[in-house]
């Protein structure tokens, strides 16, 4: 697991390049009594859930999961 710390207004992109030509950028919006609010801006064909909502999803078969759980790492680093 890649860990990023950030502060309000600071974002973080995923992908963009490489075999992933899609770019995610996230945006921390507000932080405030132990809750962060996060700005997700991505293409409208992509797709984005909460982990639960994903979870129930998959296991209900009304979408294929990656083949891994989300515990899983997705690329290697370092």
């Known amino acids: 697991m890649l860990v990023l710390s950030r502060k309000n ?3 973080v992109v995923v992908g963009g390049g490489g075999s992933f030509l899609g770019l995610l950028k996230v945006t921390v919006l507000e932080v405030a009594g132990g809750k962060v609010k996060l700005g ?3 293409d409208a064909d992509v797709p984005v859930h909460r982990l ?3 979870e129930r ?3 209900s078969g ?3 999961g990656r083949g891994a759980g989300p515990e899983a790492p997705l690329a290697q680093t370092g």
């Open 9 to 11: 207004r600071e974002s």
């Open 57 to 59: 999803m998959c296991a």
């Open 40 to 42: 997700f801006e991505v």
């Open 62 to 64: 009304e979408i294929g």
């Open 52 to 54: 639960e909502v994903w």
